[in-house]
């Protein structure tokens, strides 16, 4: 396992950070690049983190436990999972001691921006609800 991960295994990490990771941010799509803006916000804090896109749990459940233990280590249970649409299935991942960010309603209407915003996809939200699993 490397760096980079494997996308044919189901995930890859796209940034592993520096130094000792404190919590794992994970997501698939267009949450990817929001992983990473707040990536940065927490290395400004000092948090270190690791981003993983995630476009497939199907592969990755059929990976060996060693490899699932690369990607995700037991002694990081703090894990933030970033979902534009239904959380449903990301706990697995998020653990116990971890979160979900997704929607979990419908119907609203405004400029994509602007829903985005309101159902908590910004830096500065995702930012937050990282911090709040450290505490």
């Not at 999972?81 to 116990?96: H, I, N």
């Amino acid at each position: 396992w490397t760096q980079g991960g494997e996308l044919g295994k189901g995930e890859f990490v796209l940034d592993d950070g520096e130094g000792e990771r404190q919590l794992s941010l994970m997501g698939s799509g267009s949450e990817v690049q929001l992983l990473i803006a707040t990536q940065e916000k927490l290395k400004e804090e000092s948090i270190r983190s690791r981003v993983v896109s995630f476009p497939s749990w199907e592969l990755f459940d059929k990976q060996s436990e060693e490899y699932k233990q690369q990607v995700f280590p037991k002694n990081i249970r703090k894990r933030l999972a970033v979902e534009a649409g239904s959380p449903l299935g990301w706990g697995k991942y998020a653990t116990d001691e971890g979160d979900v960010i997704g929607i979990t309603k419908f119907g609203e209407s405004a400029p994509g921006d602007v829903v985005m915003k309101e159902y908590g996809f910004s830096v500065e939200n995702v930012f937050e609800r990282a911090k709040a699993l450290l505490k």
